[in-house]
């Protein structure tokens, strides 16, 4: 089995910074895509940013310029450097891989951790 655990949520007045991370566990073999998406109430989940194992990434219009995603392939984690922060980017935020284990190749959610940008 594979686990997301998420770290780094909590409370922020508008402009500052929070650093998300989610590390990765278990039986892997290989992690080719790690995302960070969100869902604020009553709204759909959005991607905010993807890192593919190579390096790339792609961005949200809405967080450019503001949000950096990067990844630690030796330790499985995957980062989201927010800065700039706006009452909008309030949401859970979910981190999602696309993992390898010896047997399967699925993606996979963690629990979400709460980002509230207010003063």
């Known amino acids: 089995q594979v686990q997301l655990v998420e770290s780094g949520g909590g409370l922020v007045q508008p402009g500052g910074s929070l650093r998300l991370a989610c590390a990765a566990s278990?039986?892997?073999?290989?992690?080719?895509?790690m995302a960070w998406y969100r869902q604020a109430p009553g709204k759909q989940r959005d991607l905010v940013a993807d890192?593919?194992?190579?390096?790339?990434?792609n961005y949200a219009d809405s967080v450019k310029g503001r949000f950096t995603i990067s990844r630690d392939n030796a330790k499985n984690t995957v980062y989201l450097q927010m800065n700039s922060l706006k009452p909008e980017d309030t949401a859970v935020y979910y981190c999602?891989?696309?993992?390898?284990?010896?047997?399967?190749?699925?993606?996979?959610w963690g629990q979400g951790t709460q980002v509230t940008v207010s003063s």
């Open positions: 999602n891989a696309e993992v390898a284990t010896v047997s399967l190749r699925k993606w996979y």
């Open positions: 278990g039986s892997i073999f290989s992690i080719y895509v």
């Open positions: 890192i593919h194992s190579g390096g790339s990434t």
